[in-house]
Nanobody, 123 residues
Framework: QLQLVESGGGLVQPGGSLRLSCAAS???????MGWFRQAPGKEREFVAA????????YYADSVKGRFTISRDNAKNTVYLQMNSLKPEDTAVYYC?????????????????WGQGTQVTVSS
């Protein structure tokens, strides 16, 4: 079984930065890792994804140029560096893992999820 644990959320002012981490344990094979977010009253939305073996990355248009997803194979950890944060980035951020070759932008593409970490962007 694959377990995912996120960390790094918090309160930050507009224009600030945060780095989220997602540590994976248990089953090690993964096809892709992704970050999603969900704001109150809204559906869970795709933020970014990385193909574990080759490192290809994908981003939502709303975060392109501001967020960067990366991975550390040795630590079995994926990161989301978030810069130039805006109030509309406020949400619970979830890490997810896909174990099969598939699209990487939909929640249904992922079989394993972390518990989520709150990110609040406010002055």
């Amino acid at each position: 079984q694959l377990q995912l644990v996120e960390s790094g959320g918090g309160l930050v002012q507009p224009g600030g930065s945060l780095r989220l981490s997602c540590a994976a344990s248990g089953r090690t094979f993964k096809y892709a890792m992704g970050w999603f977010r969900q704001a109150p009253g809204k559906e869970r939305e795709f933020v970014a994804a990385i193909i574990w073996s080759g490192g290809s990355t994908y981003y939502a248009d709303s975060v392109k140029g501001r967020f960067t997803i990366s991975r550390d194979n040795a630590k079995n950890t994926v990161y989301l560096q978030m810069n130039s944060l805006k109030p509309e980035d406020t949400a619970v951020y979830y890490c997810a893992a896909s174990l099969i070759v598939s699209s990487v932008v939909g929640p249904n593409d992922y079989s394993h999820w972390g518990q989520g970490t709150q990110v609040t962007v406010s002055s």
